[in-house]
């Protein structure tokens, strides 16, 4: 599972609740549960919950982590095409997908993005810049 790399810097951040027993590595895109509460993204229209700042570590006693929440982001594509300028949303484990007209219901668009390059069918990875 690939993770987000991060192209430039985010600005705004959020404090969500995770479970202690959660590991996840920095660039993790995040599924928004509950109330300001987070998992790792592992199916499409999972609702966005923002992409993991920090590292959290299994069972440390831990149950908050830090979230960006806009940025500059590379990230791993479903095998659907993308075209620079489409909306992305969560597509899978860690994976984003262009936007569809039942993800505007839904909540699982990645904040007001845009994608900044276009990928063919296949896969591949995309440019994202997430407001």
């Known amino acids: 599972m690939a993770v987000a ?9 959020a404090r969500r609740t995770i479970a202690n027993a ?6 993790t895109i995040m599924k928004l549960n509950d109330a300001n509460t987070v998992t790792v993204s592992s199916a499409n229209n999972d609702a966005f919950g923002g992409i ?8 440390e006693g831990i ?4 979230v960006a929440m806009n ?10 095409a993308i075209t620079a ?7 899978g484990a860690n994976a984003v997908r262009a936007t569809i007209e039942a993800d505007l219901e839904l ?10 390059n276009t990928i063919g069918g296949g896969g591949g990875t995309v440019i994202l810049e997430i407001d």
Do not use: K, L
């Open 107 to 116: 909540g699982c668009i990645m904040g007001m993005n845009r994608a900044r």
């Open 52 to 59: 993991a700042w920090e590292e959290h570590t299994a069972s």
């Open 5 to 13: 790399t991060c192209i430039e810097t985010p600005t705004r951040f």
């Open 85 to 91: 300028g489409d909306m992305c949303s969560i597509g």
């Open 71 to 80: 940025g500059v982001w590379s990230c791993t594509t479903t095998a659907a």
């Open 22 to 27: 959660t590991a996840v590595p920095i660039g």
């Open 63 to 66: 149950t908050e982590m830090t």
